[in-house]
């Protein structure tokens, strides 16, 4: 089962509110919305890439617990993009600074900013264009470091502001760079 896409703008044009309360009263779909305010309806994922999600929380959570440098976020938790989207990446992490400059209000409802660091785990429903068109969309709203693992091909690919992709084949770690300094990801749960 892949994603949906339902265009409902000759019908409604939703707010950021009615989104939101939409979510609220639906809390059994994974719903996420493009800038051009498409609604986005995601099927839940299979067991492997449920539990590779688990690994990768885990993994950041466990760095981000020593490091106190922000805070980690996983796939329920909605982020406003600058661009007017409404997603929710796989794995994210705020820089601590930021998280504070936000409101309770703001923390309460989807996050009013783009991660600073996001990961996305294509599952085999996914549709490899459109979650790279995510990655590069996280990228231009401010993401300073994104990573989209492919099990099927046994690939990450590296965003970071403009720079082109990076492309690697079967990594065991990865480097959380200048973003999640001392961070390395252990893959060889994933693969």
């Known amino acids: 089962m892949t994603a949906l896409t339902l265009n409902l703008d000759s019908v409604i044009k939703l707010t950021r509110e009615q989104f939101y309360k939409l979510c609220i009263e639906n809390p059994d779909l994974k719903l996420e919305r493009n800038a051009q305010g498409e609604l986005i309806i ?39 993009l600058p661009n007017g989207a409404d997603r929710s990446p796989d794995v994210s992490w705020v820089e601590k600074s930021r998280w504070e400059a936000l409101t309770k209000e703001q923390r309460e409802k989807f996050i009013p900013l783009c991660p600073d660091f996001v990961i996305e785990i294509m599952s085999p429903s996914d549709n490899l264009k459109k979650v790279q068109e995510k990655m590069s969309e996280y990228r231009s709203n401010g993401c300073r470091l994104g990573w989209l693992i492919n099990r099927k091909r046994q690939e990450v690919e590296i965003y970071r502001p403009e720079q082109e992709v990076e492309i690697l084949t079967l990594p065991q770690t990865l480097s959380g760079e200048d973003v999640l300094p001392g961070f390395i990801l252990n893959l060889q749960r994933i693969w």
């Open 42 to 80: 995601m099927p839940p994922t299979g067991g492997e890439t449920g539990r590779s999600n688990v690994n990768l929380i885990l993994q950041v959570a466990s760095w981000n617990e020593i490091n106190h440098g922000g805070e980690v976020f996983d796939s329920s938790t909605g982020f406003t």
